[in-house]
């Protein structure tokens, strides 16, 4: 599979990546979490080339993380506004920010620290079980079929097919989906 076709996967994370995982995605989407909105502020703030920029920006607006909205009719000019499908990743880059302050920072400590208005007091970014509050922790988490990689294991099983392994599972799925859209898009109405 090439790297183009990655959202094609039945995985949720190879499909965010195929829309974040271009290098300068995530600073972009990081510094509109810090306010900033227009072109020149995130070329200054990030050193990027324009036309790198311009790129990711018309990619995040493509992709629904990012909006434009004109700030100027003449000339004409644009904010760019994170929507909540952007916003949504809030949680991404402060998860990014504590994985670099356990194992990336020197003698000198974490380059930011965070507080927390509503209780005033300093704060860590913290994954948490929805159910019980609890930490999460990788050893106490497994993954589970969700209903589009259920159906096609049980239309692998229905068929005497090998079921994969979950590593290649996503790929294989998606490949399957692929094919099946293909089919039912050239079968003659009836």
């Known amino acids: 599979m090439k790297?183009?076709?990655?959202?094609e996967q039945v995985c949720s994370v190879a499909r965010a990546l195929s829309i974040v995982g271009e290098r300068w995605?995530?600073?972009i989407i990081r510094d509109a979490l810090k306010g900033t909105r227009r072109f020149e502020g995130f070329h200054k703030s990030l050193g990027v080339t324009r036309h790198r920029l311009t790129e990711r920006l018309n990619a995040l607006v493509e992709s629904g993380v990012m909006t434009k909205v004109p700030y100027s009719r003449s000339p004409e000019r644009f904010e760019y506004r994170l929507t909540r499908m952007g916003l949504g990743l809030y949680p991404v880059l402060m998860s990014l920010s504590?994985?670099?302050d356990q194992w990336l920072t020197d003698e000198l400590?974490?380059?930011l620290t965070y507080w927390h208005s509503r209780c005033a007091s300093a704060c860590e970014p913290e994954l948490a079980c929805s159910g019980c509050g609890e930490p999460l922790k990788p050893e106490e988490v497994?993954?589970?079929l969700g209903r589009e990689l259920g159906e096609y294991v049980a239309h692998l099983e229905a068929h005497g097919l090998p079921v994969p392994g979950n590593a290649e599972l996503p790929r294989l799925a998606g490949e399957y989906r692929q094919k099946r859209d293909r089919s039912a898009r050239h079968e003659p109405a009836s």
């Open 25 to 27: 995605t995530l600073l």
């Open 142 to 144: 497994s993954a589970k």
């Open 98 to 100: 504590r994985w670099g």
């Open 3 to 7: 790297w183009d076709n990655i959202d």
């Open 109 to 111: 400590g974490p380059p």
